[in-house]
T-cell receptor, first 112, second 114 residues
Framework: DAKTTQPNSMESNEEEPVHLPCNHS???????IHWYRQLPSQGPEYVIH???SNVNNRMASLAIAEDRKSSTLILHRATLRDAAVYYC?????????????FGKGTLLTVNP | GAGVSQSPSNKVTEKGKDVELRCDPI?????LYWYRQSLGQGLEFLIY????????KSGLPSDRFSAERTGGSVSTLTIQRTQQEDSAVYLC????????????FGPGTRLTVT
């Protein structure tokens, strides 16, 4: 999978929006941008994915830059339950590389 | 709907014993994956099942590890003659489609070999 770069950590206050950035300057045209998170002592959790257009689901929004070299995961109102490590990864649609690997991710701390 | 379930949630076993870990994927999901995660480490791929195709076993660390998926649904990961280095959280994930698509994880089985 192509490389992504994320800040090591971010901090937010409860009920405020959180914008988690991800840089992926070497993204190819067929790569989808996926986000997962892992709460303490739990398995990874799929959050959202997109290709070119911004995406919304019940958990979050994904804003993708026009040149696709960066993206931002948006949590509209952070809760304490959103404290986790967030991973941004690139996945080739229908590709043979199904083995999910995470980088270091961003550790999000949510303050009450 | 129901997510991926795994059992047991915790397993403590003595070195040299065999263990079986079970995964029930989301109904209708054709792809099933096993990973393991040691404390503070990343995901280590173990095995991948897709429909009726031969599984990709390339991630299994030794021949003590095996897995099967019956009827395209439930999967069992078996570890024979467990060793202390097998201690980890074993995670199962399923996907509604094949490679490259989102994976939904179960809560994991924490295996401790004493």
């Amino acid at each position: 999978d192509a490389k992504t770069t994320q800040p090591n950590s971010m901090e937010s206050n409860e009920e405020e929006p959180v914008h988690l950035p991800c840089n992926h300057s070497t993204i190819s045209g067929t790569d989808y941008i996926h986000w997962y998170r892992q709460l303490p002592s739990q398995g990874p959790e799929y959050v959202i994915h997109g290709l070119t257009s911004n995406v919304n689901n019940r958990m979050a929004s994904l804003a993708i830059a026009e040149d696709r070299k960066s993206s931002t995961l948006i949590l509209h109102r952070a809760t304490l339950r959103d404290a986790a490590v967030y991973y941004c990864i690139l996945r080739e649609s229908g590709g043979s590389n199904y083995k999910l690997t995470f980088g270091k991710g961003t550790l999000l701390t949510v303050n009450p | 709907g129901a997510g991926v379930s795994q059992s047991p949630s915790n397993k403590v076993t003595e070195k040299g014993k065999d263990v079986e870990l079970r995964c029930d994927p989301i109904s209708g999901h054709t792809a099933l994956y096993w990973y393991r995660q040691s404390l503070g480490q990343g995901l280590e791929f173990l095995i991948y099942f897709q429909g009726n195709s031969a599984p990709d076993k390339s991630g299994l660390p030794s021949d003590r590890f095996s897995a099967e998926r019956t009827g395209g649904s439930v999967s069992t990961l078996t570890i024979q003659r467990t060793q202390q280095e097998d201690s980890a959280v074993y995670l199962c994930a399923s996907s509604p489609r094949g490679p490259g698509y989102e994976q939904y994880f179960g809560p994991g089985t924490r295996l401790t070999v004493t």
